[in-house]
């Protein structure tokens, strides 16, 4: 299945039907009165966040979502029939937005939230609701309300505890896949991983979602490579992992580069909780190692884990460091009555 967290649709909710204007006619009943019915409601336009779903490819073939109109009132005091509801079901982490792309109407963060985004239009009144004591034959009934049609933006925010970051081929892929069931592809070459990939890790009987983006160079901010669209996907993130190539032999750049890219995006990630982690370590010699973690502690201001993905060597330390900011980060959200990253105890 194709990935996609961006897709743009054109919803109308259903128009209300119109009230109808009739008498009633039947023998031996003269003058039996109005008996014109309302109209019916017009269907609602839904969406609602289910499980099972990591992608928006479904509206990438069918942009348009138009809910029926609501049947018009009859005689005999016979109201019509509302209109159906159209439901969009999407990914749980879908933000819906306006059509300028920047205005949030909603965030479904959670399976089973929902949002009415179009509501149907009320029916109309028959003749039989204008009755009074001075009109007792009224020819006169209400027009449905129309309905409201709209486009909207869908974008897809994977919902995930901790999030990779890194330069392409700092063993972002290799790390998710040594660690999880994850199997994401991976080669010796950049821009092997094209689109996110999710994992679930265990450790020491815990387990968490980890989120793997495609790797970041300077000027992703301003398009080059595949960009920084993706760094959307980790902004639920309790928190990032920094992995840093220890063999590039420039982990100190590395670490600025990717930084930088951070603080242009914005999103509020240069502030989030962050690890810093020395990958490769296996391709190093002591005194590199040594001297790659002492000069990222100088830049970082704080400690630097050291690990290999290909070898295990210091994995379950990393995984133990992720869990206890994971944990920290829960019960933050917790006490400020704001959980919108699931936790897996």
């Known amino acids: 299945m194709k990935f996609l967290d961006l897709a743009k649709v054109t919803i109308r909710s259903g128009s209300g039907g119109n009230g109808c204007i009739s008498f009633r006619r039947?023998?031996?009943?003269?003058?039996?009165?109005?008996?014109?019915?309302?109209?019916?409601?017009?269907?609602d336009v839904v969406a609602v966040a289910v499980e099972g779903l990591n992608t928006l490819i479904d509206f990438?073939?069918?942009?348009?979502?138009?809910?029926?109109?609501?049947?018009?009132?009859?005689?005999?005091?016979?109201?019509?029939?509302?209109?159906?509801d159209v439901v969009l079901r999407v990914p749980v982490g879908t933000e819906i937005l306006e059509d300028d792309g920047e205005t949030v109407i909603a965030d479904l963060a959670t399976a089973g939230q929902e949002v009415v985004l179009a509501r149907g239009g009320n029916g109309g009144w028959g003749n039989l609701h204008f009755v009074s004591s001075t009109n007792?034959?009224?020819?006169?009934?209400?027009?449905?309300?129309?309905?409201?049609?709209?486009?909207?933006?869908l974008r897809l925010k994977l919902i995930?505890?901790?999030g990779l970051l890194g330069m392409p081929n700092a063993g972002k892929s290799t790390f998710l896949a040594a660690v999880s069931n994850a199997r994401p592809r991976i080669a010796d070459y950049p821009f092997t991983t094209l689109v996110p990939n999710l994992g679930v890790v265990g450790v020491?009987?815990?387990?968490?979602?980890?989120?793997?983006?495609?790797?970041?160079?300077a000027g992703a901010s301003e398009g080059r490579?595949?960009?920084d669209r993706f760094l959307g996907h980790v902004e639920r993130c309790a928190v990032l992992v920094h992995l840093v190539d220890g063999a590039a032999g420039t982990p100190v750049g590395d670490w600025r580069?990717?930084?930088?890219?951070?603080?242009?995006?914005?999103?509020?990630?240069?502030?989030?909780?962050?690890?810093?982690v020395l990958n490769k370590i296996d391709a190093l010699t002591p005194k590199a190692r040594d001297h790659a973690l002492r000069k990222l502690a100088e830049v970082t201001g704080g400690p630097v884990l050291a690990m290999s993905s290909a070898t295990g060597e210091g994995v379950r330390d990393v995984l133990r460091a992720i869990r206890s900011h994971v944990v920290a980060g829960h019960e933050a959200a917790a006490d400020a009555g704001d959980r919108d990253t699931p936790w897996h105890p």
């Open 26 to 43: 039947e023998k031996f009943i003269p003058e039996g009165g109005p008996d014109g019915g309302d109209g019916g409601r017009g269907g």
């Open 257 to 276: 580069t990717i930084m930088r890219e951070l603080e242009l995006y914005g999103g509020g990630l240069i502030a989030k909780p962050r690890l810093t």
């Open 60 to 84: 990438r073939y069918r942009q348009h979502f138009f809910a029926r109109n609501g049947q018009g009132g009859m005689g005999r005091q016979r109201s019509g029939a509302s209109g159906e």
């Open 225 to 227: 490579g595949l960009g």
């Open 204 to 217: 020491d009987g815990a387990e968490f979602v980890m989120a793997d983006i495609p790797g970041l160079i």
């Open 136 to 153: 007792r034959a009224p020819r006169r009934a209400n027009p449905g309300q129309p309905g409201i049609e709209r486009d909207l933006w």
């Open 160 to 162: 995930a505890d901790a």
